[in-house]
């Protein structure tokens, strides 16, 4: 069964920087997209930033939450087994436990969600 692994969580004053990781692990899969999602107390589960599969060479099309526009990048690598997220000039309000989510496509056409279990981000002020 697939599985997904977070990291590069940690605590971090107003204006750094993170990059978190999430690998893919298990038996080989072919997703069509991945991304992140975040959740912080009280509130719901909410989309950051998705990436495609998209071509090998081009690094698939992206998507992000205008929330964290022009501060975080989202990437994957060629082979969509692993995503990744810069996130720069963090805010205390980017304070959340954030989820790694891929999606894929199984054999009569269905769309299948994996989650990771999550890495933990807090942003002092």
């Known amino acids: 069964q697939v599985q997904l692994v977070e990291s590069g969580g940690g605590l971090v004053q107003a204006g750094g920087s993170l990059r978190l990781s999430c690998a893919a692990s298990?038996?080989?899969?072919?997703?069509?997209?991945m991304g992140w999602y975040r959740q912080a107390p009280g509130k719901q589960r909410e989309l950051v930033a998705t990436?495609?599969?998209?071509?090998?060479?081009?690094?698939?099309?992206?998507n992000y939450a205008d929330s964290v526009k022009g501060r975080f990048t989202i990437s994957r690598d060629g082979a969509m087994k692993a995503v990744y997220l810069q996130m720069n000039s963090l805010k205390p309000e980017d304070t959340a436990v954030y989820y790694c989510?891929?999606?894929?496509?199984?054999?009569?056409?269905?769309?299948?969600?994996?989650w990771g279990q999550g890495t933990q981000v807090t942003v002092s002020s």
């Open positions: 298990g038996s080989i899969s072919n997703f069509n997209a």
């Open positions: 990436v495609t599969a998209g071509a090998i060479t081009s690094g698939g099309s992206t």
């Open positions: 989510n891929a999606v894929r496509r199984n054999i009569v056409g269905s769309l299948v969600n994996y």
